[in-house]
């Protein structure tokens, strides 16, 4: 087969877009469309559970509504991610916003009150309000004294969220398990600690394998999506190491693999770990997801896309 010029026409579709990176079928564009084509078999796969890892700043980058979208379609069945990804829904739910345009100069961000995440942009303001109401909910839930594991916490926390686009809440009346291995290194896991100074509040992080462990042993398959690298994308694989692996997975990330980090290592070293099964369907898309993600989500959910 040979490699085929992409054409660009007018009022063409993401869809028709994805296929023709597919007629190319090399470089990011080739692999843009095979991770499209695996998200579209994965969605489609009734046996199949969908593992979805996020790590990076992808809710204050923009990324929230589609998580919640995917949540409420049924496309995420275990929802694995970064204290900070939490943090970010959980100030927009208590009225918070993420900025832009506010300029490079770090010295005057701090002085006016502001943080910066890459080009975007927080106020301290928000998150006094966020600290303020995250205090509430977990006096509230440390009376129950029943809470001891991270995503036990976290779903008790989706459960007092009126916010209607927050991940949490959605996650929480879809069923859809979170977990936050690394919650403690974020603004919510500061609190956290804050919080025990004065109140009686133990989490069990061991707890979490329990759980996570036996959806593993009771999906027929797992296909996992995974946006960026860190802790979430490895407790992602190696969650299901002990079953042999995952079946399907669509990594995208901006890490290199030379340090020999796992951020950047490509998906087909996990086999060597048994992280992911002898003869899986595994595509690594190089670039950042908040780019590549929307086109390869749009591409998949258009059911005119063919081989």
């Known amino acids: 087969m040979r490699v085929n010029p992409i054409k660009i ?21 080739g692999r843009t469309y095979r991770a499209t084509e695996l998200l ?27 998580v919640v979208d995917l949540i409420k379609k049924g496309h995420i069945d275990v929802l694995i991610t970064s204290g900070a990804n939490l943090t970010h829904d959980l100030l927009e739910s208590f009225g918070g916003n993420h900025y832009r345009d506010y300029g490079f100069d770090d010295e005057k961000l701090h002085e006016s009150g502001m943080g910066r995440i890459g080009d975007i942009y927080t106020r301290s303001e928000d998150f006094e ?16 004294k029943n809470v001891s594991s991270i995503q036990g916490l976290i779903y008790e926390i989706g459960a007092r969220i ?9 996650a929480h009346l879809k069923g859809v398990p979170i977990y936050a291995p690394g919650i403690v290194d974020s603004m919510l896991g500061l609190q956290l600690w ?33 946006l960026g690298g860190g802790l979430p994308k490895h407790y992602t694989l190696a969650s299901n190491l002990l079953k042999g692996g995952v079946d ?16 950047g290592a ?29 086109l390869i989500l749009a591409g998949a959910l258009d059911l005119s896309i063919e081989k």
């Open 162 to 170: 009126q916010d209607e686009d927050s991940i949490i809440r959605n």
């Open 248 to 263: 399907a997975a669509i990594q995208i990330t901006m890490d290199r693999s030379e340090g020999g980090s796992l951020s």
């Open 266 to 294: 490509p998906l087909e070293e996990a086999k060597s770990w048994a992280k992911a099964r002898a003869g899986s369907n595994l595509v690594s898309v190089i670039g950042d997801a908040t780019i590549i993600f929307p």
């Open 40 to 66: 579209s078999k994965m969605f489609k796969d009734p046996d199949m559970k969908i593992f979805f890892s996020i790590a990076g700043p992808l809710v204050p980058g923009g990324m929230r509504d589609i």
């Open 129 to 144: 309000i966020f600290e303020k109401e995250i205090t509430l909910i977990l006096d509230e839930i440390a009376h129950k």
């Open 194 to 226: 804050m919080f025990t100074q004065n109140s009686e509040f133990i989490l069990d992080a061991v707890a979490d394998m329990s759980h996570l462990s036996n959806i593993v042993f009771q999906s027929e398959k797992v296909g996992a999506v995974i």
């Open 9 to 29: 026409t007018e009022d063409m579709k993401v869809s028709d877009l994805i296929k023709e990176m597919g007629n190319s079928g090399v470089l990011g564009a």
